[in-house]
């Protein structure tokens, strides 16, 4: 959707969301979408799997425009997989959340599902150092009881994690699959702004906003985004 205006907004000062309580959740995302319908949007994407697993319900009943939430693709992993053996790397609140037991019993009740939670694993992802030793040695943690297990297919339930897609691929092999929500999220919202009859037909602006320090989360953001990013700072 190269027409849309996009309103970003990275929370970087309560990083990491995956190691708060629902009540945390609450609270910091219900300012977050605040400030996103003060900026007249149209639609808001829940560009986190912890959240959506946990609070998503609680959003809905709180804010009045659409929402997209983000879960892990278990469906899809579930169905793709040959061994019937999926794995999930996740924070640890996506890991213990009812969101994601219920996309387990329901999508993969006869397949085998190693759930691991993954502590430190998001914000060493927004420090930037992608290559770092302490992100291998992490990866090398949390796969090993995938690896173990025989499972072909990985699901990254993090929306930090697709950027450790090569790191992930060198400790688990090319057999394995690597799948996240992402596009299936973007299809999604498109076909609900169709819907409603509000897909931009010109346009096309970025803006890019965090509650930490901006020219630390630029830098990054462009590391990342392979693109020059230049976000504002606020407070919520």
Do not use: W
């Not at 469906?75 to 219920?102: C, D, F, Q, W, Y």
């Not at 096309?204 to 990342?224: I, K, Q």
């Amino acid at each position: 959707m190269p027409k849309e205006h996009y309103v970003f907004v990275a929370d970087q000062i309560n990083v990491p969301y995956g190691e708060k309580t629902n009540k945390e959740l609450e609270e910091k995302t219900l300012k977050i979408c605040d400030f996103l319908i003060s900026k007249k949007t149209k639609i808001i994407i829940v560009a986190c799997n912890t959240v959506t697993c946990n609070v998503i319900d609680f959003l809905r009943n709180n804010i009045r425009v659409p929402l997209v939430g983000t879960v892990p693709a278990v469906k899809s992993a579930a169905t793709i997989s040959k061994s019937n053996v999926i794995g999930i790397l996740s924070t640890p609140a996506t890991s213990k959340s009812k969101g994601l037991r219920e996309l387990i019993r329901t999508h993969a009740n006869n397949t085998e599902v190693i759930n691991i939670g993954c502590p430190n694993l998001e914000n060493t992802v927004e420090i930037g150092n992608l290559n770092s030793l302490e992100i291998v040695q992490l990866l090398i943690k949390y796969t090993k009881p995938i690896k173990k297990s025989g499972a072909d297919v990985i699901v990254l339930g993090c929306t930090h994690y697709p950027f450790l897609k090569p790191q992930i691929k060198k400790i688990v092999g090319k057999n394995v699959k690597l799948i996240d929500s992402g596009k299936a999220i973007a299809k999604h919202t498109k076909n609900v702004l169709q819907q409603m009859g509000t897909l931009n037909s010109r346009g096309g602006e970025t803006t890019f906003y965090t509650t930490g320090d901006s020219n630390h989360f630029s830098n990054v953001a462009s590391s990342l985004l392979k693109k020059r990013i230049q976000a504002k700072h606020i407070s919520l």
